[in-house]
């Protein structure tokens, strides 16, 4: 269908969007030495499409080894990214074994972890079976495994040889998960791009849906983008962290309430573009009720959970943005603009908690 290219050089790497898997075998082979690979996934999506990937792979002579880490966030643990790691060296891997990771953002974290890090490091390649996966957490070679004391706080930029993301996988997702990815979507439209904002909001019923088309149109233009900014900054020392918007009150929201990643999102975006209002800094008028229309439409959740603001406060000192007492806090200026502001904790979490 369409190929969109991480450019890094000599790390350059292709993102394809296709409508089926078809073409797996042929653009594998292109992105990745020799016919050895180790499938990593988890038992829901293995019962949804390992059988699948297997025989494709299979038919192309790929010998192919797998390693099951358990589903969702259970897979961001330290035991499993250690059992993981253990699967890999018990396939006897070498480094011309590729990893395989097939599944949503949490598997692919998990997962480019362990190739990260076993033998210090294994080419790798991305299998998205999310739309959250597909549009965000994909593209861009961050891998994390959670700590006690907040998400993703252990990780490595470990960049995939290629992400394959094919469409036809969004059919059997679930309608939260679905929100959950249109989120994300939402989150780049808001900060880079008032076009596809201004599309998201003409096709939100299509996008709830799930209708194909629609989904295909946005998955394209939302990776694009990204692939844009992590081309100009892939380890996040500057533009990217663009991409974190709504991540400062979302994280905190999500580890204290257990809410799915994007919903989470969804809600730090507009608690965030609350306060760069009040605080003068978005000069859009009306910017926020058009993103809370927005989320409402697309079956998002537009309420704080009931937080206290020193939840949200102690939650939001995890923030990898955070120096000090302050965040460095992407904000939109206007519908697809940001500005970097620095924000303290105290003052962020008082207004978010206010807005409960
Ligand atoms: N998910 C944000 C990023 O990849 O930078």
């Not at 470990?158 to 997702?173: D, I, S």
């Not at 983008?225 to 996040?236: F, H, M, N, Q, S």
């Not at 990217?240 to 975006?269: F, K």
Request: charged share 20%; proline share 4%; aromatic share 4%.
């Amino acid at each position: 269908m369409s190929t969109v290219w991480v450019e890094l050089g000599e790390g350059r790497y292709p993102v394809h969007l296709e409508e089926t898997l078809g073409g797996l075998p042929a653009a594998l082979g292109r992105a990745v030495e020799g016919r050895r690979a180790v499938l990593i996934t988890e038992p829901r999506v293995e019962g949804l499409w390992g059988a699948r990937v297997t025989a494709l792979l299979a038919e192309a002579g790929w010998t192919l080894d797998k390693v099951l880490l358990p589903e969702g966030e259970a897979a961001k643990s330290v035991d499993a990214w250690w059992e993981g790691v253990g699967g890999l060296l018990a396939a006897g891997v070498d480094r011309q074994t590729a990893v395989i990771a097939l599944g949503g953002g949490a598997l692919g974290d998990a997962a480019g972890l362990i190739a990260a890090t076993a033998l210090r490091g294994l080419r790798w390649v991305q299998l998205p079976t999310t739309l959250l996966a597909m549009v965000d957490a994909s593209v861009g070679g961050k891998t994390a495994i959670n700590h006690p004391r907040g998400k993703n706080l252990v990780g490595a930029f470990h960049q995939p040889a290629m992400v394959f993301a094919a469409t036809e996988v969004l059919a059997t997702l679930p309608e939260v998960q679905r929100a959950s990815g249109l989120a994300e979507v939402v989150k780049v439209a808001l900060m880079l791009d008032a076009g596809l904002l201004a599309a998201v909001e003409a096709r939100a019923g299509a996008l709830r849906r799930g209708e194909p088309a629609a989904l295909r149109g946005v998955v394209a233009r939302a990776v694009a983008l990204k692939a844009g900014i992590v081309a100009r900054d892939p380890t996040e020392r500057g533009v990217r962290t663009v991409l974190n918007a709504g991540h400062t009150v979302g994280h905190a929201v999500e580890s204290i309430s257990g809410m799915p990643h994007g919903q989470a999102v969804g809600i730090g975006l507009l608690a965030e573009l609350r306060w760069a209002e009040r605080a003068g800094l978005c000069t859009a008028t009306g910017l926020s009720d058009r993103l809370e229309a927005l989320l409402l439409a697309l079956g998002l959740p537009v309420s704080l959970p009931p937080l206290t603001a020193k939840a949200l406060f102690e939650g939001m000192l995890m923030d990898k943005k955070r120096s000090a007492d302050t965040i460095c806090l992407p904000v939109p200026t206007q519908a697809g603009e940001a500005a970097l502001v620095r924000v303290t904790v105290s003052e962020l979490s008082e207004f978010v908690g206010g807005l409960g």
